[in-house]
């Protein structure tokens, strides 16, 4: 039951032996953990006032980088469950790469509000005396629900692979004897199993969207100008599954490059995907079009005074820049995509991950600056702590995603194989559904 | 149940900022020093903003004393997760240092900025500071109280003395300090009493009525600038 394929040996190549790129990739980003470790431990003694907010923008860099990389998790489980649902055979070497995203970033995400906290040694009180009144709690709820569902997502998929490396390899043998559940492979076992993992893709769905949803609530659910807005939650969601599918896409390409997975992520499946990054650009571009023009047409002075700000004040690199990367750029790149699909999709997937970065940034703090009463205000700029933590945060989710991989196969051995073996007979069955049945040589007809 | 509330005459402030130092006196508000200052991080419960008039030819300046305007209906208080900033029952806007975990929702969500955090230590207790109201610690939201301190005291000492509290007998700091009277406190349920009456004038009006969040600050608007 646990033979590989000899094809597949390189899938479990990164486990069984670790190259020098490995240690590089580990010191390198150790650095950056160590920078923002020194970071906070300033931050704890001294109090927030090492970071560079103030009155009125008391949030900065921390609030948009959890807005971002909560976005950023929408990458996996969502796509993953799209794509098993809709059974699309291209999905086999994509679906766990994405899965790992999500509940990695998950942690890094939910992290961004620790380190945001004033007193971070006073977080029990959000469960002590929890308040569902606040948005906050509403994002606490959702997230660890889409936390637990995504681990669950994660694990259920991954459950052959591990009994694979209990037979086959030597080390861990503990670790992976306990996770492998007793797997042994029988019809009875993966009847289960793909069941269970039918039942996972459907729950996760509505959650992921109920994610987003209530993280942009924090913002909408107040009074402030250019933050009251109703159309928010599908906006953000948009936005989400947006960066979501450039980080996916970034993911695969530096694991198809560093593993030499080629012959398994293949151009066909960035073309795919840059399609799919296409579709969400022109649907981003829809949504910050309606959402800024309504604001422009209603020429509520207080909407303005921020409105002006990103448009031709202080924000406007930051502004002009999120429509170049995240939309300009994006389109250029992945409207034809027959020649260089790769370095097109790679090109369009790095700027929508800035654009959408600052996408989140000239939403939190432009309309902090413009209090509605006569303030002396101040533009916000970081300090070496943020920026510190910034860093940090993002090496600390490479490091987690990397070491993933020397954990477990990036990419699902047995799915692989089932398609080989079951995939192929399957959509010949499946297309033959779908046509007339008059017709006797149906299977020709595609 | 009385229903505390203030009204400031804006054609009797002077902008000499009594109040401001009254408030900072009584309610322990540290000063944190010209550097954190230039970052924008002054504590001010009371703060008097200032605006040019441009209307004016000679460019008036035109004051506006701003305290934690004690909303009926507060925006802050809502997003607030763990109940550490409510409205109480008499209308004051409270907030619990002790409770406070400092994600400053509730400066994010207040419309009139009235909220302040403590970005450092900025003060620890020590001789001088007023007993009864407690130092706050760094990391945590805080606020305008109405003085809520000098409610809770001028209560014992009627209860003491077996009897009714005054209408008078609890005024905030800056309301005590104003030495031009602007700025009158006192009980709004009650329709006699000199801030209803005030507040029912045709010179009325409340910060940012449009938002709905029914301020229990009312402003008297100047006279001559208006017309």
């Not at chain 1, 980003?29 to 009155?55: K, R």
């Not at chain 1, 492998?180 to 509505?206: D, E, F, H």
Request: charged share 20%.
């Amino acid at each position: 039951m646990a033979e590989v394929d000899t094809r597949d040996a390189i899938l479990l190549a990164p486990i069984e032996q670790t190259g020098r790129g490995f240690y590089w990739a580990l010191a390198l980003l150790s650095l950056a953990i160590l920078w923002g470790g020194i970071a906070y431990a300033v931050q704890l003694n001294e109090g927030l006032g090492v970071t560079g907010l103030h009155q009125p923008v008391s949030w900065g860099f921390y609030v948009t980088n959890f807005v971002f990389f909560i976005g950023i998790s929408h990458a996996g489980t969502l796509i993953s469950a799209i794509l098993r649902l809709s059974r699309a055979e291209w999905r086999r070497p994509i679906t766990r790469m994405a899965e790992v995203i999500t509940v990695m970033v998950l942690f890094i995400g939910a992290g961004q509000i620790l380190v945001d906290l004033g007193r971070p040694d006073r977080v029990m009180n959000v469960i002590r005396h929890g308040r569902y009144q606040s948005p906050l709690l509403w994002d606490a709820t959702s997230i660890s629900a889409y936390l637990t569902a995504s681990l669950v997502y994660l694990y259920l998929p991954m459950i052959p692979d591990i009994a694979l490396l209990r037979d086959r390899l030597g080390k861990r043998k503990l670790l992976y004897t306990v996770l492998a559940l007793g797997w042994r492979g029988t019809k009875r076992q993966k009847k289960v199993l793909n069941r269970a993992i039918s039942v996972m893709a459907i729950l996760v769905i509505p959650i992921a969207v109920s994610v987003h949803t209530v993280v942009s609530f924090v913002f909408s659910m107040t009074l402030q100008p250019m933050w009251h807005s109703t159309i928010f939650g599908p906006y953000f969601v948009v936005g989400a599954i947006y960066s979501g599918i450039a980080a996916l896409i970034v993911a695969m390409l530096i694991f198809r490059k560093a593993y030499g997975l080629q012959g398994y992520l293949k151009p066909i499946h960035f073309r795919y995907l840059g399609q799919l990054l296409l579709v969400m650009s022109l649907l981003w571009f829809y949504f910050t079009f309606t959402e800024y023009l309504t604001g422009y047409y209603g020429g509520e002075v207080e909407e303005m005074k921020v409105f002006w700000g990103k448009f031709t004040g202080p924000f406007w690199p930051f502004f002009w820049g999120m429509v170049l990367t995240n939309f300009l750029i994006p389109l250029l790149c992945l409207v034809r995509l027959h020649r260089h699909s790769i370095g097109k999709v790679l090109t369009a997937s790095v700027s929508v991950l800035v654009g959408m970065w600052l996408e989140r940034f000239t939403i939190v703090v432009p309309t902090l600056s413009y209090p509605r009463l006569p303030f002396p205000g101040g533009v916000y700029w970081p300090t070496w702590v943020e920026l510190g933590e910034t860093a940090a945060s993002f090496a600390l989710f490479a490091l987690f995603y990397l070491l993933f991989t020397k954990l477990f196969p990036i990419i699902s051995v047995w799915e692989i194989q089932e398609g080989r073996e079951m995939g192929l007979k399957e959509v010949e069955e499946r297309l033959l559904t779908y046509l007339p049945e008059t017709a006797e040589g149906g299977a020709h007809g595609s | 149940m009385a229903l505390w509330g203030m009204v400031i005459d804006l054609d009797r402030c002077t902008g000499c900022q009594a109040c401001v130092m009254a408030c900072k006196a009584e309610n322990n508000v540290p000063a944190v020093g010209a550097k954190e200052a230039n970052r924008g991080r002054t504590i001010s419960w009371m703060q008097v903003l200032t605006e040019v008039d441009e209307h004016d030819p000679l460019g008036k300046v035109r004051f506006l004393p701003r305290p934690c305007l004690h909303c009926d209906d507060p925006p802050c208080t809502r997003v607030c997760p763990v109940y550490a900033t409510y409205r109480n029952p008499e209308g004051i806007v409270a907030q619990i240092y002790a409770r406070c975990i400092g994600c400053r929702f509730c400066m994010a969500a207040c419309p009139y900025n009235a909220k302040y955090f403590n970005w450092r230590t900025y003060l620890t207790e020590g001789p001088g500071q007023n007993p009864d109201v407690s130092v706050r610690s760094k990391g945590v939201v805080e606020k305008c109280t109405f003085c809520h301190h000098r409610l809770q005291k001028a209560r014992e000492r009627a209860l003491a003395e077996g009897r009714e509290m005054e209408p008078g007998e609890y005024i905030p700091a800056c309301a005590e300090a104003c030495p031009t009277r602007a700025i009158v406190f006192g009980d709004l349920s009650d329709p006699d009493s000199e801030v209803a009456k005030l507040a029912r004038s045709p010179r009325a009006f409340r910060l940012q009525e449009e938002l709905g969040t029914r301020p229990k600050v009312i402003y008297l608007t100047e006279g001559e600038a208006r017309g």
